[in-house]
């Protein structure tokens, strides 16, 4: 099963406001599992870049009103493409994968803006997992913001100054991972001496499972210890459970 989680930054809240994606992070799971595959892209936005939304992810000095120099992990967008140029790579990324992404709604929003002012396809609503309503629904009444769950499971959040498509990824998938319940439902062995990441095209026959064993085991119990057994359950008498089992 192949995810991808995904985070976006934005110049503000509304996409139909004239607010623009500024950067996309995303990363590639397996059967919950990172295959170490990532997309990240930061776009030119093609307006100005508000004060509170600098703030958030300090992204794009240059397009405040006036413009300034970077500082030291800042990002400038000039150089940077427009999101015509990189959405069919984007999308080619993304495929058919269920997007896990931390209040989808906001996300999903502004790419579909993006994808369909550009001529592109539009990402279904239904591709979608909303982690931040899995959390509300796990832990009712709790705060459920990504720094509260990572507070929550122990997560080192503590390279998130600023917001970071990539790096909010990365931690979103720890915390998904918790979410449904650990590493563990998927759990699954990759066969002996293969080192290989899993990917993509990796094909399910290629997995590891048990198989029954060509001959049983020697029994370890011994002539001793199975007499002494039978006695002990012919005291029982005839009702005895373990006669069942004859």
């Known amino acids: 099963m192949r995810e991808i989680v995904l985070d976006?930054?934005?110049?503000?809240?509304?996409?139909?406001?004239?607010?623009?994606?500024?950067?996309?992070?995303?990363?590639?799971?397996?059967?919950?599992?990172?295959?170490?595959?990532?997309?990240?892209?930061?776009?030119?936005?093609?307006?100005?870049?508000?004060d509170g939304a600098f703030g958030v992810h300090g992204i794009g000095p240059d397009l405040l009103v006036p413009p300034r120099p970077?500082?030291?992990?800042?990002?400038?967008?000039?150089?940077?493409?427009?999101?015509?140029?990189?959405?069919?790579?984007?999308?080619?990324?993304?495929?058919?994968?269920?997007?896990?992404?931390?209040?989808?709604?906001?996300?999903?929003k502004f790419l579909n803006a993006e994808l369909k002012t550009h001529g592109f396809r539009e990402l279904p609503w239904e591709q979608a997992i909303d982690t931040l309503a899995m959390a509300r629904n796990k832990f009712p009444g709790s705060p459920a913001t990504l720094d509260a769950l990572c507070r929550r499971f122990n997560i080192d959040s503590s390279a998130r100054t600023l917001h970071g498509a990539l790096l909010d990824s990365e931690i979103l998938a720890e915390v998904y991972l918790e979410l449904i319940g650990g590493r563990q439902?998927?759990?699954?062995?990759?066969?002996?001496?293969?080192?290989?990441?899993?990917?993509a095209d990796s094909d399910v026959s290629d997995v590891w499972r048990p198989t029954r064993r060509p001959a049983p085991l020697p029994p370890r119990l011994t002539d001793e210890e199975a007499a002494a057994h039978a006695a002990f359950v012919d005291k029982l008498g005839d009702g005895a459970l373990w006669k069942k089992f004859d």
């Open 185 to 199: 439902p998927d759990l699954v062995l990759a066969p002996v001496g293969n080192t290989d990441k899993p990917s």
């Open 70 to 108: 970077a500082k030291e992990g800042e990002v400038t967008l000039k150089d940077k493409p427009l999101f015509k140029a990189i959405a069919q790579e984007f999308l080619d990324f993304v495929g058919d994968a269920k997007l896990v992404i931390h209040n989808a709604a906001f996300d999903m």
């Open 8 to 50: 976006t930054e934005t110049t503000g809240f509304d996409p139909h406001k004239g607010d623009r994606l500024v950067e996309i992070g995303a990363i590639e799971l397996l059967n919950h599992m990172p295959t170490g595959r990532t997309y990240h892209q930061y776009i030119f936005p093609e307006r100005d870049m508000p």
